[in-house]
Every structure is written in structure tokens, then in C-alpha cells.
């Protein structure tokens, strides 16, 4: 079973940029693949950015040219790091891992997922 603790959320001004850090309970990054979604109140969640195990990437279009996934297999952490940030990024923001994911940014292609982790951009 695997588990994911992520951290890094806060409050930021438009422009700003955050952090997020997604720790995984045993050797996850280099066999599974992992995503980023969030999810807005009222609103369904949404892919953000994934990994797959060899480190191909894609991102939504919202979030190209100012969100960056990384991970470090060796430490277990994967980050997504966030610039330029928007208040309609404002959302609670979850890491998921799914073993034949890919870089899907589809939900239902990943099997865990941790508790979330806050952000709010002010304007």
C-alpha cells in the first residue's frame, strides 16, 4: 500500500510562486507514475502535471510555462514547483501514484492518493 503525505501549500499573492512536496512511504518514484491534480470548491478535481517512471512530463494547458513536476527517486519526494501564480490556482492541491498511468492527466488512471495540501492566491 502506498502512501502519500504532501506538503507545501499556503497563501501567496498573485505572482507569487510555492513549493509543493509529495513524500511517499517506500520506493514509489521509480516504478509508478506520479501526478499532481487539484480541486476547487464546487468544482471536480483536475490533472495539473504528471511524471511517468522514465521522467516524461506533461501538463494541463492552464499550467504550462509556470508549473514544474520533479521528483527525486532517491529521497522518495515529488515536487511541483509553482510561479507566476494565479488566484483561479486556488485549490486544494493532491499527488497521486498509478503504476500504468503514464502522464495521464486522467483520475481514474491512478490508484492512491494522499490527504491534499492548501493553496490560496490572493489577488
Known amino acids: 500500500q502506498v502512501q502519500l503525505v504532501e506538503s507545501g501549500g499556503g497563501s501567496v499573492q498573485a505572482g507569487g510562486s510555492l513549493r509543493l512536496s509529495c513524500a511517499a512511504s517506500?520506493?514509489?518514484?521509480?516504478?509508478?507514475?506520479m501526478g499532481w491534480f487539484r480541486q476547487a470548491p464546487g468544482k471536480e478535481r483536475e490533472g495539473v502535471a504528471a511524471i511517468d517512471s522514465d521522467g516524461s512530463t506533461n501538463y494541463a494547458d492552464s499550467v504550462k510555462g509556470r508549473f514544474t513536476i520533479s521528483k527525486d527517486n532517491s529521497k522518495n519526494i515529488l515536487y511541483l514547483q509553482m510561479n507566476s501564480l494565479k488566484p483561479e490556482d486556488t485549490a486544494m492541491y493532491y499527488c497521486?501514484?498509478?503504476?500504468?498511468?503514464?502522464?495521464?492527466?486522467?483520475?481514474?488512471?491512478?490508484?492512491?492518493w494522499g490527504q491534499g495540501t492548501q493553496v490560496t492566491v490572493s489577488s
Open positions: 497521486a501514484a498509478g503504476r500504468y498511468a503514464g502522464t495521464s492527466l486522467a483520475r481514474e488512471t491512478y490508484n492512491y
Open positions: 517506500e520506493d514509489t518514484y521509480s516504478s509508478y507514475c
